[in-house]
């Protein structure tokens, strides 16, 4: 795969000279600024006229603005990254939602002297405008451009990749303690969302940060949701430092009385101090402080976060403070765009839409692997009331919001915590219940020691649906769920099937349901596939294949997606007088033996075919298969190449690993003998495939 393109202007630079902001010991010295509205509009028809925003090239150049002309270029950054989104696709309400707090820690911070690590990435799009990447945003997500997330080979600005949630502050604890060992005095910080605090990683890291004492500063972007909205306590707890008036009205009249005691006295001390509890006890009274502050942080907030002045006063502040610090800041997801601010979980991320009114491309797709499984679940659940879904943080995308809507009592959105929803399920299954936890497959790679720990050890049968496996395209490396094969295949107890169309994902939903001797997966890839069997489908029986077509001179054997790949070669391999037998596996664990072998016996080679990593998945296994009943014959394994794959369309992605159609009739012929002749006497031949950038 191609490398990440060179960013533009991406030269280091000092900070502008400042006045030195006096140093704060507690929240209760800051000024209590008043909320202001961000204005509201619609974004206008693109024009040429000069704007702040083209003079804008890396932070050096947001830090010689006034106060005045940051809130201008909030509102052109705003409409600049509608219009460009509305063209490409991406994540919109995110980045709208922290426009005036990233050009704050900007103003503010010597980037990248200074270290800012982003947690996910869905809000950087203005850190990238903001780090001379302004030009190069029109390729954001599209193949050979920007990355949609944060890259550590795409910018100097780029500290930490981020792609999956709640890892910036581990990862910032890291950087601060290499400051420690090297004695240097820069800052650094971590911006998590509270979507991503309800990940145990971050409470992991906030439990270390606190302990260790260094100097780190949290900035906790409040938005209320992640994707969809927050679950659980920690999202309770936030919600009430929200709402409560109390805080912030106890904090003033403890500032006045501070006031007005002599300067120099100790009693400014004792009461700052006090003062910061007597405000916490208004807002808390049964606790003795705040969460934060009682695990050693020195909170600061809640604050506007679209108040650009009092932004760049408190991180002033903030940035002179010792030890570990939690900035709470108080954001609007979709701020100042109307569309995007009301329906946020819309416009998260999403295709092109129409930037004047936010109305998006109509989809001419039909039913999806997502739909099938869902209506089918319901279906089940309709009559079994020992079926519960769960998910963590992605109700929509995994399509167990429809679910809920049935049987909301019945449903759990765990939040950012996979490991919790797995072993959460492991749970209801020992109690007899039928757990199904639907997650991407990307996502559940984080919670793979569960699964071999207390689901799989213990032939728990927790049914597990993956969504997203395969390339999923636009989102890259971070998100292809092309893992999974692989590093489910190993686990001793566990079934693993992938449909090859939404008819066998219904039947293969139905099949895990009812088995209850351990676990078992689904994996099936975005997006839908029409049926490839229209005569209807084959009863899924455990470990049985399904002969799609019958040939005597080559066995291509198929897995999930894949199938659709080897019944398209067939044909070619066809038109050139070859018949193949097509075997659409159905399970990558247990093999149907029985079938594959009879098909390499009787055809003298084999190619599979999956879509995921060759290293240890589908093919690998049929190679092993094999070998153990010494079968040496002509063998060659079609998938993803042992590197990263790029973002792009899944179609380019796929032509570029020689995972097409032709890639698999190439393999076939290049394992035959001879070819022979076609009925028509003239041979066809296959072009050459050029070298692609990723094989």
Not at 138 to 145: A, C, E, L, S
Not at 397 to 405: H, R, S, V
Not at 508 to 513: I, K, N
Request: charged share 20%.
């Amino acid at each position: 795969m191609r490398h990440a393109p060179t960013p533009i202007g991406t030269s280091h630079f000092t900070s502008a000279t400042e006045k030195e902001a006096p140093r704060m010991d507690s929240q209760t010295e800051m000024d209590s600024q008043p909320e202001t509205q961000t204005p509201q509009y619609a974004p206008q028809p693109e024009n040429h006229a000069p704007r702040l925003l083209d003079q804008i090239n890396s932070p050096t150049d947001v830090k010689r603005l006034s106060s005045e002309q940051l809130k201008t270029l909030a509102q052109e950054i705003r409409v600049y990254l509608t219009q460009t989104v509305a063209k490409t696709g991406g994540h919109l309400a995110p980045s709208l939602g922290v426009v005036e707090l990233t050009l704050a820690l900007h103003k503010v911070y010597d980037l990248p002297k200074d270290k800012l690590i982003w947690d996910v990435g869905h809000q950087g799009y203005v850190h990238k405008i903001l780090t001379g990447r302004r030009e190069q945003l029109p390729t954001i997500r599209q193949h050979g451009g920007l990355s949609g997330f944060l890259r550590i080979d795409e910018s100097p600005f780029d500290l930490f990749g981020a792609g999956h949630a709640s890892t910036s502050i581990s990862a910032a604890m890291g950087f601060a303690k290499a400051r420690d060992f090297r004695g240097s005095k820069h800052s650094v910080l971590a911006l998590i969302g509270d979507g991503a605090l309800t990940g145990g990683m971050a409470l992991e890291g906030l439990n270390n940060a606190a302990d260790d004492g260094t100097d780190i500063t949290i900035v906790l972007n409040d938005n209320e949701m992640s994707i969809a909205e927050n679950v659980g306590a920690l999202a309770t707890y936030l919600a009430k430092l929200r709402m409560e008036p109390l805080y912030q009205a106890g904090e003033n009249t403890a500032k006045r009385m501070i006031a007005g005691m002599p300067v120099g006295s100790n009693l400014i001390k004792k009461a700052a101090k006090a003062a910061k509890h007597t405000a916490t006890h208004f807002a808390t009274p049964a606790h003795k402080g705040l969460l934060f502050e009682e695990m050693g942080f020195t909170y600061i907030g809640p604050i506007d976060g679209h108040d650009l002045s009092n932004l760049v006063n408190v991180f002033q502040h903030v940035k002179r403070l010792k030890g570990p610090v939690l900035v709470h800041v108080l954001t609007v997801k979709g701020k100042g765009i109307p569309y995007a601010e009301a329906n946020s979980r819309t416009y998260h991320g999403l295709g092109k839409f129409s930037p004047d009114d936010g109305k998006t491309e109509a989809k001419t797709a039909g039913v999806s692997f997502t739909d099938a499984f869902v209506e089918t679940l319901n279906d089940l659940a309709e009559t079994d009331d020992k079926i519960v879904g769960i998910t963590a943080a992605m109700p929509d995308g995994t399509g167990l919001n429809k679910f809920a809507k049935l049987h909301p009592e019945r449903f759990f959105d765990v939040g950012i915590a996979e490991q919790h929803a797995v072993v959460f399920a492991a749970g209801l299954a020992a109690e007899g219940f039928k757990p199904v936890a639907a997650i991407y497959s990307t996502f559940l790679q984080r919670a793979y020691d569960p699964i071999i720990h207390d689901v799989a050890l213990q032939h728990l049968p927790v049914r597990f649906f993956l969504d997203r496996g395969g390339l999923v395209g636009d989102d890259g490396g971070t998100h292809h769920g092309v893992f999974d094969l692989a590093y489910l295949r190993c686990v001793p107890n566990l079934v693993l099937m992938a449909p090859k169309d939404t008819d066998e994902m219904r039947a293969m939903t139905r099949f895990a349901l009812s088995y209850d001797a351990g676990p078992i997966a689904v994996r099936y890839p975005r997006g839908g596939q029409d049926s490839l069997t229209p005569s209807g489908v084959c009863p899924v029986e455990l470990g049985r294949a399904e002969v799609l077509r019958r040939g005597a001179d080559t066995a291509l054997v198929a897995l999930g997606a894949g199938v659709k790949i080897a019944l398209d070669a067939a044909d070619i391999l066809a038109r050139q007088g070859i018949e193949a037998t097509v075997i659409n596996a159905r399970f990558c664990k247990p093999l149907d033996a029985e079938t594959i072998l009879s098909a390499a016996r009787r055809c003298g080679s084999v190619v599979t075919v999956e879509d995921g990593v060759a290293s240890g998945g589908f093919g690998s296994a049929v190679l092993e298969l094999l070998s153990e009943q010494g079968l040496a014959v002509p063998t060659s394994v079609i998938g993803l190449p042992d590197h990263f794959i790029e973002h792009g369309p899944v179609p380019v992605l796929r032509d570029l690993a020689g995972l097409t159609a032709e890639d698999m009739a190439r393999r076939a012929l290049a394992l035959l003998p001879s070819r022979p002749a076609p009925s028509n006497g003239k041979a066809a031949v296959l072009p050459e495939k050029l070298t692609a950038g990723v094989r």
